[in-house]
């Protein structure tokens, strides 16, 4: 099972990569797609980590 990073939305880590591999180029757009960090902001640090770290990773491939 995939890791939950925001639970007001319940998105997982599974979410974020998906949301990447559709097209999402950052921060903003991950968040758009998957709304991602909407609702109490508490995950937001984490949830940019990971998006980062998930961008870089979709980009050296
Ligand atoms: S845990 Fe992500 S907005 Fe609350």
Redesign the pocket.
């Known amino acids: 099972m995939s890791k939950v990073?925001?639970?007001?939305?319940n998105?997982t880590k599974k979410d974020i990569k998906k949301s990447i591999e559709n097209g999402a180029t950052s921060f903003k757009e991950v968040k758009q797609e998957t709304h991602?960090?909407?609702?109490?902001?508490?995950?937001?640090k984490k949830?940019k980590k990971i998006v980062t770290k998930a961008l870089k990773k979709m980009k050296s491939k």
Do not use: P
């Open positions: 990073i925001c639970s007001c939305k998105v991602l960090a909407k609702g109490c902001g508490k995950c937001k949830a």
